[in-house]
């Protein structure tokens, strides 16, 4: 475990999105008993004008507006430099690396994550040539913007910090564990709903066999 708390860095356009986010359930717990810290940027902050403008048509035609490198970059790098821990800069993309649970693993890892989210059309590609983030892609479907990519990953990954889950929710034996398997069905009360019975083996007190039968039906 790192000596200070994993810190990630959200920026957007829209950063009252993740408002909900962060306020409830185990990351605003974890935030509480700082395991883990996040920071909101919004990138209006850096853009240049009257407007604010951030985004403007593309070159070359097409529908949609496309995010303008000045202030995006601007953005991104004063973020950086807002902490002086080696920071991973992750572009949330649809045409990034596909997220799993290997790589959320590695960057639980990591002492600091910079989640950079698009809207509209996306990213100018110079932003990419400039800063050259890590594109990191939630699944093969168009979000709107970035920020629930983000959460994802925030989720994702602060859920693998020690200390940040109880017994009660624990990432032990989960799906996608180191072998990969998916995990078993699980039973609660009432024993019977609707003719369906909590299979006997389960009430069984036999721990052996209770581990064994959680293991022949992994999914
Ligand atoms: N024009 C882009 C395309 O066709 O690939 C889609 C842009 S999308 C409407 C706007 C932003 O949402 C993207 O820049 C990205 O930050 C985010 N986004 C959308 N889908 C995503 C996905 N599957 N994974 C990660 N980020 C996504």
Redesign the pocket.
Known sequence: MSASPLRFDLLSLFPALFDGFLSESILKRAIDKELVEVHRWDLRDWAEGKHKQVDDRPFGGGP?MVLMAPPIVAAVEAVQAADERPARLI??????RRLDQDRVRELADASRIILL???????DERIFETLEPEQ???????????EV?AMVVVDAVMRLLPGVLGDAESAIDESFGPDGGLEYPHYTRPREFRGRAVPDILLSGDHAAIARWRREHRR
């Open positions: 949609g572009a949330l993309s649809p045409q990034g989210c698009g809207r509209y059309e996306g990213f990191l892609s939630v699944g093969d479907y168009v979000l709107s913007g970035g990519a």
